[in-house]
């Protein structure tokens, strides 16, 4: 079955520097690629997402990239805010179909250093 | 985007009641909605998918009979924890498909005395 792993599992980066979160799958048939954030005590929001169509998407601060060929996909955030702390996960469903269960990463807990 | 909405988002009941969970879409009607649990620290663990109008697709080690799962309409699912002890204290969260997309709840934090 589909098999997403991330990396790394904790990030600190000072603020207004960039981080950068990667993730790989390993369903070849997979074709969108969703990135949540997750504060503390609440349920995982969207923040963007990727289709396989496309290898960049870009929305304000936050950027996603897309290797279909190697199989990774990435999180990129630039000028970090202290409101940017969080859980991060990458999910990949396998397939591409109404019912398909979605593959979470084993998210990465960042902190934006003041 | 979409919202999702669960209620209640924390409940604190005794060992040996059961506690309903609600899952409603606010703007969109879903045909496949899914249950996690989710412990300190870990990623979302699915436990069951549900779908509308048929009956629900657990994850293998999940109790059926002690996680009822029903999805009687497009916009609300429901989780009901059965028989609830201890162990079943957890941060419990719901998405409902807007296909490609699931839209996440705020999740039920569960706490079994």
């Known amino acids: 079955g589909e098999n997403v792993e991330q990396h790394p599992s904790t990030l600190s980066v000072q603020e207004g520097d960039s981080a950068v979160i990667k993730c790989t799958y390993s369903?070849?048939?997979?074709?969108?690629f969703p990135w949540y954030k997750q504060e503390l005590g609440k349920g995982p929001q969207l923040i963007i997402d990727?289709?396989?169509?496309?290898g960049e998407k870009k929305d304000q601060r936050i950027a996603v990239t897309l290797n279909k060929t190697a199989k990774h996909f990435s999180l990129h955030i630039t000028e970090t805010q202290p409101e940017d702390s969080a859980v991060y996960f990458c999910?990949?469903?396998?397939?591409?179909?109404?019912?398909?269960?979605?593959?979470f990463g084993s998210g990465t807990r960042l902190s934006i250093r003041p | 985007g979409a919202v999702v909405s669960q209620h209640p988002s924390w409940v604190i009941c005794k060992s040996g009641t059961s506690v309903k969970i609600e899952c409603r879409s606010l703007?969109?009607?879903?045909?496949?909605m899914f249950w996690y649990r989710q412990f300190p620290k870990q990623s979302l663990m699915l436990m069951a998918t549900?779908?509308?109008?048929?009956?629900?697709?657990?994850e293998q080690g999940v109790e059926k009979d002690k996680f009822l799962i029903n999805h009687a309409s497009l916009t609300l699912s429901t989780l009901t924890v059965t028989s609830a002890h201890p162990e079943d204290s957890s941060f419990y969260i719901c998405?409902?498909?807007?296909?490609?997309?699931?839209?996440f709840g705020q999740g039920t934090r569960l706490t079994v005395v």
């Open positions: 369903d070849s048939a997979s074709n969108y």
């Open positions: 703007d969109f009607q879903a045909t496949t």
């Open positions: 549900s779908n509308e109008g048929s009956k629900a697709t657990y």
């Open positions: 998405s409902a498909r807007d296909f490609p997309v699931d839209f």
């Open positions: 999910a990949a469903p396998p397939g591409y179909s109404s019912a398909s269960k979605i593959i």
């Open positions: 990727i289709r396989s169509n496309v």
